[in-house]
Nanobody, 126 residues
Framework: QVQLVEAGGGLVQAGGSLRLSCAAS??????YAWFRQAPGKEREFVTA????????YYADSVKGRFTISRDNAQNTVYLEMNSLKPEDTAVYYC?????????????????????WGQGTQVTVSS
């Protein structure tokens, strides 16, 4: 059974850091992504990484503060979040897809991803 399990959320003060992890069991996907959903808002793209070459993609709102990485041996993707802001508060979801040839646009779309984790809460206090 394929599962994506997130961990690492929590409460942090503005300016602080958190690291999220997404462990995939049952399959190694071609592309992994993080999306987030704040209360009353739509789910939005945060970052993604291609498993083959570790090429990252970032939303403008997190560029320079967030870093996505992967651990081949652990089949795990990490999201290092630094300089956190209150507006980063959201439930963060890990997503994965098996397609090898996604365009830059497709990588940023929710509909691209067929597998999702349960989400982990990140709260940044001011």
């Amino acid at each position: 059974q394929v599962q994506l399990v997130e961990a690492g959320g929590g409460l942090v003060q503005a300016g602080g850091s958190l690291r999220l992890s997404c462990a995939a069991s049952g399959h190694t996907f071609s592309t992994y992504a993080w999306f987030r959903q704040a209360p009353g808002k739509e789910r939005e793209f945060v970052t993604a990484i291609k498993w083959s070459d570790a090429r990252p993609y970032y939303a403008d709102s997190v560029k320079g503060r967030f870093t996505i990485s992967r651990d081949n041996a652990q089949n795990t993707v990490y999201l290092e979040m630094n300089s956190l802001k209150p507006e980063d508060t959201a439930v963060y979801y890990c997503a994965a897809d098996q397609s090898s040839w996604l365009t830059t646009e497709e990588i940023r779309l929710m509909v691209t991803y067929g597998y999702w984790g349960q989400g982990t809460q990140v709260t940044v206090s001011s």
